[in-house]
Nanobody, 124 residues
Framework: QVQLVESGGGVVQTGGSLRLSCATS????????LAWFRQAPGKEREFVAA????????AYADAKKGRFTISRDIAKKTMYLQMNTLQPEGTAVYYC?????????????????WGQGTQVTVSS
C-alpha cells in the first residue's frame, strides 16, 4: 500500500486560510485516486475532495466548492488542499487517502490507504 504523510495543519482564526499537503511514497501513483477526508470530534469521517492523479479529474463535496481547492504536483508526488475562508465547523482532523481503482469515491470505504491525519483548528 502507498504511504501517505499529511502536513500543514494548525490553528487559524475564522476567515483565515491553510494549505494542507499530502506526500506519497510510491515511485508512481499513475492509476491512483487521492482524496481528502475530514473527521470532527464525535462525527463520522466525511469526504472533502478527490483527484485522479494523472488525468486530473476532480470531485468536491458540494459544501466545499468555492472555498476549498484540491491540486497535485506530479513531479513532487504531493497533493494539496487549499482551504480559504475557514469557519469553526472546519475544525477537524484532515486525512489523505488513496485507492488504486481509479474511482472518484465519496465514502471512506472507497479508499484503501490512509495517512495519520493533520489537525486543523479554526478559532472563533
Amino acid at each position: 500500500q502507498v504511504q501517505l504523510v499529511e502536513s500543514g495543519g494548525g490553528v487559524v482564526q475564522t476567515g483565515g486560510s491553510l494549505r494542507l499537503s499530502c506526500a506519497t511514497s510510491e515511485r508512481t501513483v499513475g492509476g491512483y485516486v487521492l482524496a481528502w477526508f475530514r473527521q470532527a470530534p464525535g462525527k463520522e469521517r466525511e469526504f472533502v475532495a478527490a483527484v485522479r492523479w494523472m488525468r486530473g479529474t476532480i470531485a468536491y463535496a458540494d459544501a466545499k466548492k468555492g472555498r476549498f481547492t484540491i491540486s497535485r504536483d506530479i513531479a513532487k508526488k504531493t497533493m494539496y488542499l487549499q482551504m480559504n475562508t475557514l469557519q469553526p465547523e472546519g475544525t477537524a482532523v484532515y486525512y489523505c487517502s488513496s485507492n488504486q481503482g481509479g474511482i472518484l469515491g465519496l465514502t471512506p470505504t472507497d479508499y484503501t490507504s490512509w495517512g495519520q491525519g493533520t489537525q486543523v483548528t479554526v478559532s472563533s
